[in-house]
């Protein structure tokens, strides 16, 4: 699947070439520190200073490379389909190998770093349980009440939450029972076929 | 009790107070768990309120044969945390978002039926987990299932 390099996009990985080789290197750097920690406008004029190349520059030669490693990543294209995608810039065979290289270098931390904007229901993170019985209450003496009291832990967006809940002996059998079956549906044939045919 | 025919005749004011103080009389001795001693104690109560023996017969021959249902009733009264009364799951294998192509997941969305005393029903809580998550989940029921069991035998 080839990547489509739109004009604008082309101008600002224009100034790839004439920065030469080393810049390359640093205006890679500069792109996935920018996709692990946002914008940085500061090393971007510090990199501009020492390679000799104005500020805007820099930074659109750092933006058109974030998107082309993001888009390549995101669609986790081949080796080929990426040479031949950065093939209509028009640059040296030496800096397509670079490009190539900083691609198949990073595309994992990209990938899972995409990952995480996803959107996303609570998850589970862990279970604590704890046998109660009750023995008395205000309005019956005298009884035998056995309960699994639990705190449920989920993470939604970065924020813990701990719910309480309580099940009976007979809902806690039935809950392991239903669970048990949904953990058994993934080693069915129809999900294995599923599987292997979607890769 | 008012619109029963065969109490027509009597006066509402009394018919009320009889109502209240027989409710409060059973309420109480089920609240204490009157067992065969205990009726006995209800038989004595009733026979220093001058009641003859025939009524006092009656009287707990009935409460004899709603003991257990009043039993039940009077224990499911009263506050505890939300109740998980089912469970619903869902499979499904990830194969693309908008930000990420050729994701190829499993994963499982298990949703928990929950039961509050107070107010009837409860929001669900619905969680995603991947299987591994969900195997510890079912890990740790299965422990405290275990427990139970090894604590009815002791």
């Given amino acids: 699947m080839l990547l489509v390099l739109s004009a604008e996009h082309r101008a600002h990985l224009g100034c790839l070439p004439r920065a030469g080789g080393a810049a390359v290197g640093e205006l890679g750097r500069l792109a996935l520190e920018q996709l692990r920690r946002g914008a940085a406008p500061r090393a971007c004029e510090a990199a501009a200073r020492k390679l000799n190349i104005g500020v805007d520059t820099i930074q659109h030669g750092v933006e058109g490379l974030t998107y082309l490693l993001t888009e390549s990543s995101k669609l986790m294209i081949s080796d080929t389909d990426f040479q031949d995608s950065i093939h209509v810039l028009g640059f040296s065979d030496e800096l397509n190998k670079s490009l190539l290289q900083l691609y198949l270098d990073n595309r994992k931390e990209i990938r899972s770093i995409l990952g995480e904007l996803a959107p996303r229901l609570p998850s589970y993170h862990s279970l604590e349980w704890r046998l109660d019985v009750q023995l008395a209450s205000r309005s019956l003496r005298q009884q035998i009440k056995p309960a699994v009291t639990m705190k449920l832990h989920l993470n939604q967006n970065e924020d813990q939450t701990a719910q309480v809940l309580q099940t009976d002996p007979a809902t806690l059998l039935h809950l392991i029972q239903q669970l048990e079956q949904a953990l058994g549906e993934m080693k069915t044939n129809h999900c294995r076929r599923i599987v292997r045919n979607m890769k | 009790i008012?619109?029963?025919?065969?109490?027509?005749?009597?006066?509402?004011?009394?018919?009320k107070h009889c109502h209240a103080a027989a409710a409060t009389c059973i309420l109480e001795a089920g609240k204490q768990q009157a067992d065969i001693s205990a009726i006995r104690h209800l038989y004595t109560c009733l026979e220093d309120c001058k009641l003859d023996k025939e009524r006092i017969e009656q009287f707990c021959t009935?409460?004899?044969?709603?003991?257990?249902?009043?039993?039940?009733?009077?224990?499911?009264?009263?506050?505890?945390?939300?109740?998980?009364?089912?469970?619903?799951?869902?499979?499904?294998?990830?194969?693309?978002?908008?930000?990420?192509?050729?994701?190829?997941?499993?994963?499982?969305?298990?949703?928990?039926?929950?039961?509050?005393?107070?107010?009837?029903?409860?929001?669900?809580?619905?969680?995603?987990?991947?299987?591994?998550?969900?195997?510890?989940?079912?890990?740790?029921?299965?422990?405290?299932?275990?427990?139970?069991?090894?604590?009815?035998?002791?």
Avoid at chain 2, 2 to 15: C, G, R, Y
Avoid at chain 2, 78 to 98: A, C, F, M
Avoid at chain 2, 99 to 116: D, F, W
């Fill in chain 2, 2 to 15: 008012l619109d029963d025919p065969d109490l027509k005749d009597i006066d509402p004011t009394v018919l």
């Fill in chain 2, 62 to 154: 009935e409460y004899q044969k709603n003991k257990d249902s009043l039993e039940i009733l009077l224990g499911s009264i009263g506050r505890s945390p939300l109740h998980i009364t089912d469970v619903s799951w869902r499979l499904e294998y990830q194969i693309k978002n908008n930000q990420l192509h050729k994701t190829y997941q499993p994963s499982y969305l298990v949703t928990l039926n929950i039961e509050n005393s107070d107010s009837g029903s409860h929001p669900d809580v619905s969680f995603s987990c991947t299987m591994e998550q969900l195997q510890d989940l079912v890990g740790k029921l299965k422990d405290a299932a275990k427990s139970l069991e090894r604590a009815t035998q002791m």
